[in-house]
């Protein structure tokens, strides 16, 4: 059963930074691809960023690149989300997901098999 463990949100003025955590646990996670999405109120929820367990290798939303950097400790089985310079647009409930046996990262939401219960992150002007 595999389980996403999302932490680190909370409130911060504009241009701080935050560091969101998801833990995940329950298989091996060589040959999948972990994403961050995000839902504001009233709105679908987008894609931030995604990265391969395997390689490291990296995508993220043109609304974000630049400010937010995905990373991942194999040891840990943990992927986080460095989130600086950040606006009040991006404000929103984030949510960790994963991809299984995928072979490219994929922005669309239901290419994801797995997701964790959503961390709130809310930036103040």
């Known amino acids: 059963q595999v389980r996403l463990v999302e932490s680190g949100g909370g409130s911060v003025q504009a241009g701080g930074s935050l560091r969101l955590s998801c833990a995940a646990s329950?298989?091996?996670?060589?040959?999948?691809?972990m994403g961050w999405f995000r839902q504001a109120p009233g709105k679908e929820r987008d894609f931030v960023a995604a990265?391969?367990?395997?390689?490291?290798?990296?995508y993220y939303a043109d609304s974000v690149k630049g400010r937010f950097t995905i990373s991942r400790d194999n040891a840990k089985n943990t992927v986080y989300l460095q989130m600086n310079s950040l606006k009040p647009e991006d404000t929103a409930v984030y949510y960790c997901?994963?991809?299984?046996?995928?072979?490219?990262?994929?922005?669309?939401?239901?290419?994801?098999?797995?997701w964790g219960q959503g961390t709130q992150v809310t930036v103040s002007s």
């Open positions: 329950g298989r091996t996670f060589s040959s999948f691809i």
């Open positions: 990265i391969t367990w395997s390689s490291g290798r990296t």
């Open positions: 997901a994963a991809d299984r046996d995928a072979a490219w990262i994929s922005v669309v939401r239901d290419e994801y098999d797995y």
